[in-house]
């Protein structure tokens, strides 16, 4: 009886010095504000180290398509309150995030770009407009889709081509009262790197 309670009493301990040492395992965390943004926007980072202590140095790695290794980025951040970090980047194409702190590695997370599309009137007597489409790289020869905005849905009206600085120049027939157009360029002829980009929807009258 005592030699069983001995083994148990030596198991019990064995048990909570493992779960000690498992309590106690370095961990840190990481967040991203949103999964997408458009090519010239931010988007934060946030996290927690496990020791929920102010003044630990985190490291944040970053993996911009097309690269296949994780790079640091920037200087270390120093936690706050509660072992808290932030950062904010601002991705120029599909970019993959992970925390170092301590020997611990967080989790993936992956920020999606979309291009950055504009549309302008430049007359509305011949239904003229022009576009042009933004990213770390040029769409020379890609394609975009014009849309009529209607109460049933959106309607292409016409496939533009880009030219090599990414623009094009385009006429679409206006309806006589209020137009509502926008440019898409689907992930087929954005990617790789970006995903489906969309200009503000314009709005003219006839």
């Known amino acids: 009886m005592r030699t069983s309670l001995v083994f148990l009493a030596a198991v019990a301990t064995t048990t909570v010095l493992v779960a000690g040492a498992t309590a106690a395992r370095p961990a840190v965390t990481i ?25 630990e140095s985190v490291q944040v790695m970053a993996d911009a398509y097309p690269a296949t290794t994780f790079s640091a980025l920037a200087s270390p951040l120093t936690t706050t309150a509660g072992g808290n970090w932030t950062d904010t980047v601002s991705p120029t194409v599909q970019t993959s995030y992970q925390a170092h702190w301590k020997g611990a590695t967080s989790r993936t997370v992956t920020v ?39 109460s049933f849905g959106a309607l292409t009206v016409k496939k533009v081509k880009l030219d ?16 509502r157009l926008r440019v898409v360029m689907p992930t087929a002829q954005a990617a790789p790197g970006y995903v ?3 200009s503000k929807v314009l709005r003219v009258t006839k």
């Open 196 to 198: 489906i980009g969309t």
């Open 31 to 55: 967040s991203a504000s949103r999964p997408t943004v458009v090519y010239g926007g931010s988007v934060t980072l946030s996290g927690k180290v496990s020791s929920n202590n102010a003044g």
């Open 164 to 179: 090599s600085s990414s623009s094009a120049t385009f006429h679409v027939r206006l309806h006589s009262g209020r137009n």
């Open 112 to 150: 999606k770009v979309r291009p950055m599309i504009t549309l302008t009137l430049v007359s509305v007597a011949n239904g003229t407009f022009s576009t042009k489409v933004t990213a770390a790289r040029a769409f020379t020869g890609k394609f975009v889709n014009v849309q009529r905005l209607t």
